[in-house]
């Protein structure tokens, strides 16, 4: 079904290169974990999850059913991704937010902890992101700017062995660029959107450079139309004619030229059939992944940018040219 083809990190453990991601744009109850029992029984041994989904505790039923049918596989052949959000930057929060992860999931350690987004907000009384006036989060500059009190618990957390890496997302050069003049433990991933449409060479090449491992979300692209063109992914001439040529669907070639590219590739889906086939994992040959790195050329259309919802942009100088806000 699938290669079983893994990355070693920098700090030695092992990640499988292809992880099943379980936002649920839906929300359903009962959806994700019909989704996770699903992946886990085609094979998939790598759940990507975050504490902002707000479905762990889905997640955390489904690995210990599926556990308890197969006892051939062990928790340790699960490899299990999930992250702190903005509102739980302060080190305590950020402690809080792995335990409460744990104790949803039922498992007593994370094989990697991720930071979701290099902001820092502030959390109400439920421990939910704080609104401002214009229902945006309220931002704290001071833990955006300085992520060093953020990124220290996470030491933390990893020295425990609570968390067996750790890593962020979203993060950019500049970001990554500050944070290894100072952090202790060097992030072992960093988490972002990659696909044909923003293919983020200088990025993936500066991870590379530094041992850092990127990992892929929203691989396939999106539903979304860049704004300038009205172009998809899933409608592009070039990508289709590769799939359609090896009798392969648009997503396993998308999936296929990610892993030839040497990085984890992280698909969702809620259908059955489209998890089952994301995992049948093909061969590009030269000629198909010269032709999607042509598609690929000069593109950079990010269609994954909370900046609405934040009130903060990441990416400030892509003003003008995101496609969407969503959630990663």
């Known amino acids: 079904m699938s290669s079983g083809k893994t990355y070693k990190l920098n700090n030695g453990t092992v990640i499988p290169a292809v992880g099943f991601g379980t936002f649920a744009s839906e929300g359903a109850e009962g959806e994700t974990y019909r989704a996770v029992q699903v992946a886990l029984k085609t094979g998939y041994r790598h759940l990507d999850c975050a504490w902002f ?9 489904a690995l210990r059913d599926f556990l308890k049918e197969n006892p051939s596989v062990k928790r340790s052949d ?16 950020v402690k809080w937010s792995l335990n409460n992860s744990l104790e949803k999931f039922g498992l007593d350690y994370i094989d990697l902890f991720l930071v979701h987004w290099p902001i820092a907000a502030e959390k109400n009384d439920q421990n939910m992101p704080k609104l401002n006036a214009q229902g945006q989060y309220t931002i704290k500059e001071g833990l955006t700017k300085d992520q060093k009190p953020t990124w220290a618990a996470m030491e933390e957390v990893y020295k425990e062995g609570k968390a067996k890496a750790i890593g962020v997302s979203n993060w950019t050069i500049p970001h990554l660029k500050d944070m290894l003049s100072w952090c202790k433990v060097k992030p072992a991933v960093n988490q972002v959107e990659v696909h044909p449409f923003l293919p983020n060479d200088d990025l993936v090449k500066f991870c590379f450079d530094n041992d850092i491992m990127p990992a892929a979300y929203s691989p396939l692209g999106s539903q979304n139309q860049v704004p300038t063109t009205g172009e998809k992914v899933n409608t592009n001439p070039t990508l289709n004619q ?9 997503a396993q070639v998308l999936i296929a030229w990610g892993l030839r590219r040497g990085y984890v590739v992280l698909p969702k889906s809620s259908t059955p059939s489209r998890i089952e086939s994301n995992f049948k994992i093909i061969d590009l040959t030269d000629e ?10 000069g ?9 609405d919802t ?5 990416w400030p ?7 969407a806000a969503a959630s990663s």
Not at 78 to 93: G, Q, R
Request: glycine share 10%; aromatic share 10%.
């Open 53 to 61: 989904y707000q479905n762990e505790g889905e997640v955390g039923q």
């Open 78 to 93: 699960i490899y299990i991704c999930t992250k702190v959000w903005n509102h739980l930057h302060e080190p305590e929060e």
């Open 242 to 250: 590769i799939a359609e040529k090896g009798g392969n669907t648009l």
């Open 288 to 297: 198909d992944f010269n032709a999607v790195n042509e598609v690929a050329k």
């Open 299 to 307: 593109r950079h259309t990010r269609f994954v940018n909370m900046k």
């Open 310 to 314: 934040f009130g903060y942009d990441v």
């Open 317 to 323: 100088e892509e003003a003008g040219t995101a496609a």
